[in-house]
């Protein structure tokens, strides 16, 4: 059986999840709206103490802010260099300052939306979030669009790899730990040894293909339920949250 843990084992996997979506939709688009440094500061003290209380571990949110990095950082970096080494040649002029306070704002901004989304998903059950998008796309259903089994596929793919992920991680710690020990070595057959690990990997989830249709069948027919209610934690998090929208205001207003 594939089993999978998707926001069940944190401080907020209790609140429902359409209240949450809406109060990340709005962390997400109302620092596009900020200019003044000081609610940046307010909203990055509020996802620090949002995290602190969260649950999440911290080895997590350093993988999240890792990937941020690899993912956005680097290639605008690696831009700005080349952008940099293309004007240092031609001589044409370099970029003026406001344009890297530009970017530098940019940046914070994609970062507060990458990392409030990321605190959703590993706060939210997957069953919960995938039963909210199941009712938000309702309307798709009554145009004969089977909204339900693309959503099962998605539950299963996900289910999947999380599988695939586990079979990896051991696989490897097995085979680099026959090397440690020394008795295998060297880098040579490492490589040799992790491309059959590989190959190995993906044969072996080639030749289930008939139980893999199986599952997807068998997991559209579960369904997806989410029904609203609204807690004493929804409330507080709505009250909190109206509280740093007001905060903000008067902060871009002054």
């Known amino acids: 059986m594939i089993k999978m843990k998707t926001g069940d084992d944190t401080n907020f996997s209790g609140m429902d999840a359409g209240i949450k979506l809406i109060i990340t939709l709005f962390l997400a688009i109302i620092p596009f709206f900020c200019v003044q440094n000081a609610s940046f ?5 509020f996802f620090a103490l949002i995290s602190l209380i969260s649950g999440i571990s911290g080895k997590t949110l350093l993988k999240n802010i890792a990937a941020y990095v690899v993912i956005i950082i680097l290639p605008l970096l690696f831009g700005m260099a080349v952008q940099a080494l293309i004007g240092l040649f031609t001589g044409s002029e370099a970029v003026q300052v406001n344009e890297y306070q ?14 409030v989304t990321s605190l959703y998903i590993m706060t939210t059950p997957m069953e919960l979030f995938l039963g909210l998008l199941n009712q938000i ?10 909204v339900s089994g693309f959503l099962s596929t998605i539950r299963f793919v ?26 295998r070595k060297g880098f040579y057959h490492l490589v040799k040894d992790m491309a059959q690990v590989l190959v190995s990997l993906i044969a072996a989830s080639l030749a289930d293909t008939d139980k893999v249709q ?4 068998n997991e559209a027919e579960k369904g997806f339920s989410y029904r609203f209610r609204c807690s004493f934690v929804d409330f507080a998090a709505v009250l909190i949250f109206c509280a740093l929208m007001l905060s903000i205001y008067f902060i871009e207003r002054s």
């Open 137 to 146: 796309l309702l309307p798709l259903q009554l145009l004969k669009i089977s």
């Open 102 to 115: 530009d970017l530098f704002y940019r940046i914070l901004r994609l970062f507060l939306v990458w990392y």
């Open 158 to 183: 996900m289910l999947l790899l999380a599988e695939m992920g586990n079979r990896f991680i051991d696989s490897y710690k097995e085979l680099f730990a026959s090397y440690k020990n020394k008795s």
């Open 214 to 217: 199986e599952m997807i069948v």
């Open 41 to 45: 500061i307010i909203f990055f003290s």
